[in-house]
């Protein structure tokens, strides 16, 4: 999605375009974003304030790359990120706001996060979250696994406090995985 309402801004789409689809939903700051197209923080959280003020559901994601994970700046990299694309979100636009940690090293990778390092990730974004808007925003923030989650992992993450659904990638592309991999979530939650 495209920050601006109108435009000449071709290959790009905007948040009214969108809604007279009928879409509801829209992810902004993926990986692939950031890395191919330059986005940044700062123009996630221009997409990010769009999206809310447009009725259309951000799926905000952040992650960090095997090197900033192996330098021990996971933590710092994911609140940076967050914090950059929710400025200047309020508290009555933020429950809108669906968070996605993607620890960019297990995106279509096939390697996975342990239960326990997708966790504390997830934790660590829900205290974010109390911090700027509130114990209960907190709580009711939908906060997404997206690092190659599979049937056969899914239920060990989902059955974490703080992961509250997966952003499917690669096993949505394959009928029988996808369909394992709700099962596997029906089973958990």
């Given at each position: 999605?495209?920050?601006?309402?109108?435009?000449?801004?071709?290959?790009?789409?905007?948040?009214?375009?969108?809604?007279?689809?009928?879409?509801?939903?829209?992810?902004?700051?993926?990986?692939?974003?950031?890395?191919?197209?330059?986005?940044?923080?700062?123009?996630?959280?221009?997409?990010?304030?769009?999206?809310?003020?447009?009725?259309?559901?951000?799926?905000l994601c952040v992650g960090e790359t095997l090197a900033e994970r192996e330098?021990?700046?996971?933590?710092?990299?994911?609140?940076?990120?967050?914090?950059?694309?929710?400025?200047?979100?309020?508290?009555?636009?933020?429950?809108?706001?669906?968070?996605?940690?993607?620890?960019?090293?297990?995106?279509?990778?096939?390697?996975?996060?342990?239960?326990?390092?997708?966790?504390?990730?997830?934790?660590?974004?829900?205290?974010?979250?109390?911090?700027?808007?509130?114990?209960?925003?907190?709580?009711?923030?939908?906060?997404?696994?997206?690092?190659?989650?599979?049937?056969?992992?899914?239920?060990?993450?989902?059955?974490?406090?703080d992961i509250d659904g997966g952003l499917i990638g690669g096993a949505s592309?394959?009928?029988?995985?996808?369909?394992?991999?709700?099962?596997?979530?029906?089973?958990?939650?």
């Open positions: 999605m495209h920050p601006e309402l109108s435009g000449a801004f071709t290959g790009e789409i905007s948040a009214p375009m969108l809604r007279a689809l009928f879409v509801t939903h829209v992810i902004l700051g993926h990986s692939e974003r950031r890395a191919w197209f330059g986005e940044t923080d700062a123009s996630v959280n221009q997409k990010v304030l769009t999206a809310l003020k447009n009725q259309l559901r951000p799926i330098a021990g700046a996971t933590l710092k990299v994911v609140q940076t990120q967050t914090e950059g694309a929710l400025e200047g979100v309020s508290r009555e636009l933020a429950p809108g706001v669906i968070v996605a940690y993607e620890p960019i090293w297990a995106i279509g990778s096939g390697k996975v996060a342990t239960a326990e390092q997708a966790q504390e990730v997830h934790a660590f974004l829900r205290s974010m979250l109390t911090k700027l808007f509130g114990e209960g925003i907190a709580q009711r923030t939908r906060i997404l696994y997206g690092g190659s989650m599979k049937p056969a992992n899914a239920g060990e993450l989902l059955g974490q406090g592309l394959e009928a029988r995985s996808f369909t394992d991999l709700i099962q596997a979530a029906a089973e958990v939650k």
